[in-house]
């Protein structure tokens, strides 16, 4: 297993929807772990391939922090079949380091995707849970949690971004 880079914005790979997983070979299996083995080294409870730099549409969980092996979960091409009732609260991203706010999300979610061996399984979330499923899915799909806020915030959070990127090639 390995550490992958973990891109943050405004990395144009985060905004590109990814492309399906189509085969369901070692490489994926390899790649999933590497992005669990990531996930955990960076605290996150989710990670998508996007994020890695992997235009494909896949993602990681672990809304348990490691103590469910349970909830360690991967989803690959992920679809969301349902929502319902709502949820506000504080979220952050691994490609947003130090940035965290407030996301209305629903508060439950069912999500239809496959496994590593390529069968199709649905997960039905509550709270944190629906909440990374759909933080997730959206990066499969190019969407970053910036764009769930206000225009003032998201050009807020650019800046700080951008700034952050540049004092990085400095
Ligand atoms: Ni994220």
């Known amino acids: 297993m390995a550490l992958l880079e973990i891109v943050t914005y405004p990395n144009p790979v985060l905004e590109t929807p990814g492309e399906p997983v189509t085969s369901f070979d070692e490489g994926l299996k390899r790649l999933i772990a590497d992005m669990f083995e990531t996930m955990d080294a960076a605290s996150g409870v989710g990670l998508a391939a996007p994020q890695v730099g992997v235009s494909r549409r896949l993602f990681v969980m672990d809304c348990s922090g490691g103590r ?30 130090g940035v965290f706010f407030p996301v209305k999300r629903s508060l439950r979610a069912v999500v239809r995707a496959q496994n590593v061996e390529g069968e199709t399984f649905e997960l039905d979330g509550m709270d944190l849970t629906a909440r990374c499923m759909l933080h997730e899915t ?16 998201r050009e807020m959070v650019k800046r700080k971004m951008r700034k952050l990127a540049r004092m990085a090639k400095m």
């Open 68 to 97: 469910d092996p349970e909830q360690r979960v991967a989803l690959i091409n992920p679809e969301v079949l349902s929502v319902e009732g709502e949820q506000n609260g504080d979220e952050g991203c691994l490609s947003f380091p």
């Open 138 to 153: 959206d990066h499969c799909d190019g969407i970053v949690f910036i764009d769930h806020t206000t225009v003032l915030k």
